[in-house]
């Protein structure tokens, strides 16, 4: 079993920044592939990044691009969400979650099979 705690969230005024960490225990961290999603109030639950098990690959939505970067420590058993730029739009519960990894972080961006209980981040216009 994994255990998956996110930090960091918080409220921020547009055009700022916050940084959201994910601690990740329970088994060898460096087999997961790690992603981040987020859910608006009334809306579905949706993709923002994912990073393959050795960090080489990353991916994001369109709408996070350039903004955001995910990134992981497989030493400390963390994976995090550099946030900047954020819009109002951005305003969120995001989660964190992991998938055994395939190489290349494709899984954990559709169905990944853990989750945390996710973290709130509201942004003011």
């Known amino acids: 079993q994994v255990q998956l705690v996110e930090s960091g969230g918080g409220l921020v005024q547009a055009g700022g920044s916050l940084r959201l960490s994910c601690a990740v225990s329970?088994?060898?961290?460096?087999?997961?592939?790690m992603g981040w999603f987020r859910q608006a109030p009334g809306k579905e639950r949706e993709f923002v990044a994912c990073?393959?098990?050795?960090?080489?690959?990353?991916y994001y939505t369109d709408v996070v691009k350039g903004r955001f970067t995910i990134s992981r420590d497989n030493a400390n058993n963390a994976v995090y969400l550099q946030m900047n730029s954020l819009k109002p739009e951005d305003t969120a519960v995001y989660y964190c979650?992991?998938?055994?990894?395939?190489?290349?972080?494709?899984?954990?961006?559709?169905?990944?099979?853990?989750w945390g209980q996710g973290t709130q981040v509201t942004v003011s216009s």
């Open positions: 990073i393959n098990w050795s960090g080489g690959r990353t």
């Open positions: 979650a992991a998938e055994p990894s395939d190489g290349q972080a494709m899984r954990v961006k559709v169905n990944p099979r853990y």
């Open positions: 329970g088994r060898t961290f460096s087999i997961y592939d």
